[in-house]
């Protein structure tokens, strides 16, 4: 039987993560299978256990378990204990070592748009999962400022910086980038937007970690008042490729990363 990974989440419809881990396996000459797995937050530990005994390599992590599923592992790496987050898990024979590579997707997304946090105002758009990789790659590379804005303000104090409300938001004169972490305007709802075109209109740059729609309502009115705009699609096919290089034990190339990126982005392998 080859082997076999997958993606837990609670609503996968979305996901193009199949494709980019099947053409991934394939650049390395590996067989395999990548399934999608939704369930529910009650049936997290079970499923991991069953899981397991099938003999599963590795399971990446979406909304809204990249928390939650910390609790049922055996061992965190430090780099997720230090965002907080987990959303790649290696099997090694009974244990469940979590990782995150959320990280080194968006860095490398920054770092391929050429994107500078040094020096500037960064508001970040939710606290889920996801948002807690973002602000730590934001505080390692030396924004002057970083503001969590969320639904309920209250419950979030990540990292020391400030959490505002989305009424508070308006009150924000004036930003450098402005990141979508939250589900609004993932397909297929992609007629909801996080913020209005008065809140883009006083940034620089956009960022949407969506990628389903490439162009979400987000991005399209950022696009016509001028922004520098980003989706999250490379930050999703590089956070794959750092997935398969735990289970592989191998490096993948910049150069595939980049060949697969533009690939999905072209509708070439969609």
């Not at 860095?107 to 970040?124: A, W």
């Not at 989305?166 to 004036?174: E, P, Q, S, T």
């Not at 956070?239 to 697969?260: F, H, M, N, V």
């Amino acid at each position: 039987m080859s082997d076999f990974y997958g993606l837990i989440g609670k609503t996968l419809v979305h996901s193009f993560s199949p494709v980019i881990h099947h053409l991934i396996l394939d650049v390395m000459g590996k067989s395999g299978e990548y399934n999608l797995f939704e369930i529910e937050g009650k049936d997290l530990g079970k499923s991991l256990e069953s899981l397991r005994i099938l003999g599963c390599r590795g399971i990446n992590v979406t909304i809204p378990y990249k928390v939650e599923i910390m609790k049922y592992l055996n061992e965190i790496s430090k780099e997720a204990k230090d965002i907080g987050a987990v959303n790649t898990i290696e099997f090694i024979d009974d244990e469940l070592i979590g990782h995150n590579t959320d990280y080194y997707g968006f860095g490398l997304t920054l770092k391929r748009y050429d994107i500078e946090l040094f020096n500037k105002t960064v508001i970040l758009l939710g606290t889920g999962g996801v948002s807690k990789a973002v602000a730590r790659y934001i505080l390692d590379n030396g924004a002057r400022d970083m503001v969590y804005v969320s639904r309920d303000p209250h419950k979030f104090h990540e990292y020391g910086f400030k959490v505002i409300s989305y009424d508070g938001l308006r009150k924000i004169k004036k930003g450098d980038i402005i990141i979508n972490c939250t589900p609004c305007g993932m397909y297929p709802d992609i007629n909801d937007c996080p913020v209005d075109r008065k809140i883009l209109s006083k940034f620089n740059t956009a960022v949407d970690l969506i990628y389903n729609p490439q162009s979400t309502l987000f991005l399209k009115l950022s696009d016509e008042l001028g922004l520098n705009t980003v989706n999250g699609l490379y930050m999703l096919v590089a956070q794959a490729a750092a997935s398969q290089r735990i289970w592989q034990g191998r490096e993948i190339p910049l150069k595939i990363i980049d060949k697969i990126y533009n690939d999905l982005r072209q509708g070439k392998k969609i």
